[in-house]
């Protein structure tokens, strides 16, 4: 299914993803994406699930950007891994605009994957690329910016990073938050020059950006009662049904 043409139970279905989103990113102060993205994508295609989560995912951005604070700390020493994000943002959004739909679902698939491995990988020797900072921002940047423009998920590549760099947890979710504001913004920005974003697609996103700021209300609430140990668990759980089921979708184009 594609396109706005649902039926109330898919919108419904649709509400209740986005407001799980938003209950995440209250509760940890990033992910909203990483959860928003993959599940819509499995009720239409990639680009459809990344325009409904337009103005959502920025507005709860724009509010964790603003309650991080601490910008001296973050803003003022990784700037540049920031700018890296937008010239990937908009390599990633070009490639949504023109890729079929389902190998994105196989590239979404495999940042999922990645995601639920980024300790594994981080204990990679990285040493010889950590060693040109300036080619580390580069290299992070843009593959963290190309994920968040094509499919909707930075969150690894840039976690990889700030974790190799033993950065303190609230700067982390500070440039995290300000890296996916830039790539939405960037994104968005792209899908409209290419005339991907409609009338339509923009009305459907007013609602849901109410339902994602409840979420995320409802998400500091959460935070304050549940271990985050827990609350990881279950993502990480459904995270990878998700992502074995997006593969086998996205595996139906090459074996048709």
Request: hydrophobic content about 55%; charged content about 10%; overall charge positive.
């Amino acid at each position: 299914m594609s396109g706005f043409d649902f039926s109330p139970l898919v919108w419904a279905a649709i509400g209740a993803t986005i407001f799980v989103a938003g209950l995440s990113q209250g509760a940890m102060g990033f992910g909203f994406p990483a959860i928003s993205t993959p599940v819509l994508a499995l009720m239409t295609d990639i680009k459809t699930a990344v325009l409904l989560n337009l103005l959502p995912n920025m507005t709860v951005n724009i509010i964790s950007v603003i309650q991080g604070g601490n910008w001296r700390a973050s803003l003022g020493v990784h700037w540049p891994v920031a700018v890296y994000v937008l010239l990937g943002s908009f390599i990633g959004a070009s490639v949504l605009v023109v890729a079929p739909a389902e190998p994105l679902r196989l590239l979404l698939a495999g940042i999922i994957l990645v995601y639920l491995y980024q300790k594994q990988i981080a204990l990679l020797n990285w040493d010889a690329l950590m060693r040109r900072p300036r080619v580390a921002q580069a290299a992070f940047g843009v593959t963290g910016g190309f994920f968040s423009g094509s499919v909707n998920n930075s969150l690894p590549p840039l976690l990889i990073y700030f974790m190799l760099l033993g950065v303190e947890a609230t700067i982390m979710t500070q440039m995290l938050n300000l890296c996916f504001l830039g790539g939405k913004a960037v994104q968005a920005a792209t899908l409209a020059g290419a005339g991907e974003l409609s009338l339509r697609a923009a009305a459907a996103n007013i609602p849901l950006t109410l339902v994602a700021l409840a979420g995320m209300w409802a998400g500091t609430q959460v935070g304050r009662r549940v271990s985050e140990a827990t609350y990881q668990r279950l993502l990480r759980q459904i995270l990878l049904v998700v992502a074995l089921v997006l593969s086998v979708q996205g595996l139906r184009y090459f074996f048709k």
